[in-house]
């Protein structure tokens, strides 16, 4: 199951960034991962933008059902796509280590999410 490995691999990793940059640069560089992963011109992440971009996540070994797994996890609106309050939100929601280490963190970036739309 390579698909669980490199979530492992991103569990570790996300709480990391937390405690090295702290909640509005943890946000920001994940606003940064969503752009990476975005297609340009509809501005969401969609099944074909993961797939194309998913090796800068380090996921380029996933199948297409891994990434449609992964798209349909995070789109809490039912749309197919990720927007990014959809993308922040499951990188969250895919680090449980975070979540428990602080909270806060994900509420002071949901506030600026908020300020930036």
Known sequence: ??????????????????????????????????????????????????KKNAVVLGLGDLSDDDLLSMLKEGDYDGDGVLNQMEFCVLMFRLSPDLMEQSKCLLEEALQEEVKNC
């Open 1 to 50: 199951m390579a698909s669980h490995n490199n979530q492992s691999e991103f569990h570790d990793f996300l709480p990391l960034m937390a405690d090295k940059l702290g909640g509005e640069l943890l946000i920001e560089e994940l606003c940064n991962g969503f752009r990476l992963l975005m297609d340009p011109i509809k501005c969401v992440i969609t099944f074909e933008s993961l």
